[in-house]
């Protein structure tokens, strides 16, 4: 028998839906020498607690390395499970049980399970447009398909949402559910307010259709009122929510959680158990003693500081520079500004030139479920210095604005 040289593989089908991350491959390029990057996530280095984190893991090791060390429940850690209720009823009002969370690995992997749990390959499910680009990768994954509904400035136009649903179950195609990040989404920034927040919980539970509240940055607020979580509202008990430790101890350490009612958690438990038996069992006590000794709300309160000052001077910036008929949003947290040029550009085509004046961002194409976004992109001012947020807006206006 005569032997190929090389195997021909042949790939899922669930890939022919599925991109490259624009904001994977730019932080290829995060370290490139003099370039600012405004386009990653990620929050600021100097906000990780590392001195209380190595207290706890010193303790931990110390006093419990027979348990930190060993596999975990797939659930999560008992103690974790069992702390997190009172943390979410301080911090966002949301009343549960230790039955109705699992704890995963990031709110990443809470996503898929979502996909996977909630849907069938071809289903179609509601996002905002544009959205967060970590969901279209996991919806992607499964083979959903996305409908996004247009924003503004307070969040999904929820009068669109019924029309567009209404539409939907004409067709057939009612949708498996709705996914959204009520406060200061990502990517734009925009928060929802409260009696859209309550029209939204109404239309999910008129038209039966599960409702998925992401809320990686509620705790991160700089201005205004406090919007309460939709889990937290009267008739959000079957709300979905996601949450994480990634913005309030740090992203490293991979730990996020899934609220929601015990036999929806049931499934995400058996799913769960395919994708990696359980989440780290260190990060899970460290999680758990992060909150228990109180450090996290003392950490957070350091972080609102911080970036409320990059905020400002993102914003000031771009008012100085794109005072061109070019509109942003003005966020009252979180870690994002969207920024839309007046010029008629494609956005993700100028990357390349902003490069060469040594900025980058991330395209509004990367958000979209529709091809649209092109004058549009995503802007993070939590990351670099003060200084380079400034010079970063100085580039952009080269790079955008005619002089």
Known sequence: MCMRERMNYKFSYFLDGMKPSEIRELLKMASTKGLISLGGGMPNPKTFPSDVLKSIMNDLIETRSAQVFQYANTLGVQETLDILPGYLEKTQGIKCLPENVILNSGSQQGLYELGKVLANPGDTIITEEPTYVGAISAFSANGLKMEGIEMDSMGMKTELLEERIKQLMKEGRKPSFIYTIPTFQNPTGYTMPLERRKHLIEISRSYDIPLIE??????????????????????????????????????????????????????????????????????????????????????????????????????????????????????????????????????????????????????????????????????????????????????????????
């Open 214 to 403: 992401d809320n990686p940055y509620g705790e991160l607020r700089y201005y205004g009122n406090h919007v309460p979580a939709m889990r937290s509202l009267k008739g959000g008990e079957d709300v979905l929510y996601l949450g994480t430790f990634s913005k309030v101890m740090t992203p490293g350490l991979r730990l996020g959680y899934t609220i929601a009612p015990t036999e929806v958690i049931s499934k995400f438990n058996l799913m769960k158990q395919a994708l990696d038996l359980a989440t780290n069992t260190f990060s899970q006590y460290v999680a758990y003693e992060y909150i228990k000794r109180g450090a996290i709300y003392k950490q957070v309160a350091l972080n609102i500081d911080m970036y409320r000052k990059k905020r400002d001077i993102m914003v000031n910036a771009l008012e100085s520079e794109f005072n061109d008929g070019s509109i942003w949003s003005k966020p009252e947290g979180g870690m994002f500004v969207w920024l839309t040029v007046s010029q008629n550009v494609d956005t993700k085509q100028m990357i390349g030139e902003a490069i060469k004046n040594g900025v980058a961002y991330i395209s509004g194409q990367a958000f979209t479920t529709k091809g649209a976004q092109k004058r549009s992109m995503r802007l993070n001012f939590t990351y670099g210095d003060d200084d380079q947020l400034a010079e970063g807006i100085r580039r952009l206006r080269k790079t955008f604005v005619k002089q």
